[in-house]
């Protein structure tokens, strides 16, 4: 998980409810040119009410964490040994000649030749 924090700004969203709360409760108690007056009062003092609450809450800047999934790659280099026979040198004589010769798989103590015949040009 990676950790990221921010800034939050939830004062200045409760200063905005508090504005809107204080207007309504303002509104409530004036009348006629009053009930203006006292919205507007309202307003301004439920706004200074709910910063001076969110500052006073959270004292010096306020930061918020949030936590979510982060895939993380990596490339890892491995070497390693193992022994594995390629094939097999065989050394056979032929009417008293050595031949060497490379085969895939064991011919054990005998091995089968083919002989091919062509004229000399």
Request: proline residues 4%; hydrophobic residues 30%.
């Amino acid at each position: 998980y990676y950790t990221v924090a921010r800034r939050s700004y939830g004062a200045a969203g409760r200063t905005l409810v508090g504005a809107v709360v204080g207007g309504v409760v303002g509104h409530q108690f004036g009348s006629g040119r009053g009930n203006d007056a006292a919205t507007v009062a309202g307003s301004l003092l439920g706004a200074a009410i709910a910063n001076d609450v969110a500052r006073h809450r959270h004292a010096g800047p306020a930061y918020e964490q949030h936590s979510r999934p982060v895939r993380r790659c990596e490339t890892r280099y491995e070497q390693h040994q193992e022994e594995r026979i390629d094939g097999y040198d065989v050394v056979y004589r032929y009417k008293g000649q050595k031949y060497t010769t490379r085969m895939p798989y064991d011919p054990g103590r005998k091995i089968r030749i083919r002989i091919d015949i062509r004229p000399v040009a």
